[in-house]
């Protein structure tokens, strides 16, 4: 099994794999790794929409604060 795809995978899941990733080839690992990737930017743009749209019922003069509040 190939170090750089399990490193890749590990970085994309952010914490040591589990056993059983072992059982995966180098292609399965890398397509695991691309739909995590995938899926972790699909919900970062999701929920970055979502804050938009409840932006709206901010006041203007408040939306700084909570926008900080909600994002950190």
């Not at 794999?17 to 397509?31: I, N, T």
């Amino acid at each position: 099994m190939n170090a750089a795809a399990r490193e890749k995978l590990a970085g994309e899941l952010g914490e040591p794999l589990p056993e059983c990733v072992d059982q995966l080839d180098d292609g399965e690992l890398a397509d695991l790794a691309s739909v995590l990737r995938t899926a972790r930017l699909r919900q970062a743009a999701d929920v970055e929409a979502a804050i938009d749209k409840a932006m709206r019922y901010v006041p203007w003069g408040f939306r700084g604060a909570v926008r900080k509040v909600l994002i950190g």
